[in-house]
């Protein structure tokens, strides 16, 4: 499975923007698809997750009620919607793929089978 991110870039604090992740190589729908970031100097951290069937979602605390997760099985993509941004959401987004499709409450990058290069998001104040 390849994954490609796109739709980083460099805002404005208080600013939205809208990453997606286009999956290719494999079916779409084995996988729950996760999103996570990481600052500069600082390890890799969650940010979402949604299951294959994108019935249910998963957000890190401190993420919950500006990011939005959702995904499009039509279209082999899932999106990362951020809204209100602040200068510490600046990082490189990545997302990722794990053949544990239905399961949610998986966090930890390590359970993760397939990745993207990731998205640089900066955010100025």
């Known amino acids: 499975v390849q994954l490609v991110e796109s739709g980083g870039g460099l805002v404005q604090a208080g600013a939205s923007l809208k990453l997606s992740c286009a999956a290719s190589g494999g079916t779409f729908t084995n996988y729950a698809m996760g999103w996570f970031r990481q600052a500069p100097g600082k390890e890799r951290e969650f940010v979402a997750r949604v299951v294959s069937d994108g019935s249910s979602t998963y957000y890190s605390d401190s993420m919950k009620g500006r990011f939005t997760i959702s995904r499009d099985n039509a279209k082999n993509t899932v999106y990362l919607q951020m809204n209100s941004l602040k200068p510490e959401d600046t990082a490189v987004y990545f997302c990722?793929?794990?053949?544990?499709?239905?399961?949610?409450?998986?966090?930890?990058?390590?359970?993760?089978?397939?990745w993207g290069q990731g998205t640089r998001v900066t955010v100025s104040s």
């Open positions: 990722a793929a794990d053949a544990y499709a239905l399961r949610l409450f998986r966090f930890n990058s390590d359970e993760y089978d397939y």
